[in-house]
């Protein structure tokens, strides 16, 4: 199991990846299916986050990472916000997000996944990283917490509005 960034060699994992959510969790998927428009396009737009160039209204740097099995299948993304100089961020969407394709939720890969990009959050000057969950997410909660995650409160969203768990992790 390894985090790599997102490259246009990795086009057919990136469409079974969809796949995946197209067949089983399509509101989840949403954020993935604009690669499908063009691969291309979208590959150049994660590059481009990691910079902060061309970054949509509200957006902060950002970079991005599959997570994969030695076999080149994508089992999950996660995003790590270079701050969260937004209140979105600061309240709902904090410094890392994180999914797991359908197929492959509840083995425990979150947890793993989670792990493997602290140490890639800690080397982006992150001293302590927000996490979010839903408050009715006990899985990404569990993944939070085993990561060391400190839920430090629940709060409203405003963008979303339902109870948002916040979890601290000192990297």
């Not at 060699?9 to 499908?36: H, K």
């Not at 902060?60 to 089992?75: E, G, L, R, Y």
């Not at 997410?137 to 917490?145: A, F, G, L, T």
Request: hydrophobic share 40%.
């Amino acid at each position: 199991m390894r985090l790599v960034v997102p490259s246009l060699e990795l086009e057919d994992a990136f469409f079974a990846f969809c796949n995946d959510y197209e067949q089983y969790d399509v509101e989840n998927g949403q954020y993935y299916f604009e690669g499908r428009v063009s691969f291309s396009d979208y590959i150049q737009r994660l590059c481009d986050n990691v910079k902060g160039i061309n970054l949509k209204d509200g957006y902060v740097p950002c970079s991005c990472f599959w997570f994969m099995k030695n076999d080149n299948t994508i089992i999950g993304a996660i995003r790590i916000r270079h701050n969260i100089a937004s209140e979105f961020l600061e309240v709902e969407g904090g410094h890392i997000g994180y999914d797991i394709a359908p197929s492959y939720r509840g083995q425990g890969y979150g947890k793993t996944m989670l792990c493997l990009a602290l140490p890639k959050a800690k080397a982006l000057g992150i001293k302590r990283a927000l996490i979010t969950a839903d408050e009715d997410n006990w899985p990404s909660r569990k993944v939070i917490e085993a990561n060391g995650g400190e839920l430090e409160n629940i709060r409203l969203g405003k963008v979303f509005p339902k109870p948002v768990a916040r979890y601290w992790i000192t990297l």
